[in-house]
Nanobody, 124 residues
């Protein structure tokens, strides 16, 4: 069993930056892939970024590529999402997810564990 807790959300001005954190606990040794998703009101859950736990391979949605950076600190069992140059369309609830399988991680249906989400609001 794995528990994920996101933090770091808040209100940011357009063009500003924010860093989200996702702390994993429990049987973290089973995690192979971690990802960030977001969901805005009235919209489907959207893939943002993923990272392989052991190798650090990253993958980004085109909408955030060049602006967002996913990283991890294995010793702390924590994954981060650094968000720069924030746009209004980035506003959403951001969810951290963990997968026991090593894969690209773009499909939310494939993830085994989810955090509660953290709200990111962007003012324009």
């Amino acid at each position: 069993q794995v528990q994920l807790v996101e933090s770091g959300g808040g209100l940011v001005q357009a063009g500003g930056s924010l860093r989200l954190s996702c702390a994993a606990s429990g049987r973290t040794f089973s995690i192979r892939t971690m990802g960030w998703f977001r969901q805005a009101p009235g919209k489907a859950r959207e893939f943002v970024a993923s990272i392989s736990w052991s190798g650090g391979r990253t993958y980004y949605a085109d909408s955030v590529k060049g602006r967002f950076t996913i990283s991890r600190e294995n010793a702390k069992n924590t994954v981060y999402l650094q968000m720069n140059s924030l746009k209004f369309e980035d506003a959403a609830v951001y969810y951290c997810a963990a997968d026991r399988m090593l894969r690209l991680g773009v499909n939310y249906e494939e993830y085994d564990y989810w955090g509660q989400g953290t709200q990111v609001t962007v003012s324009s």
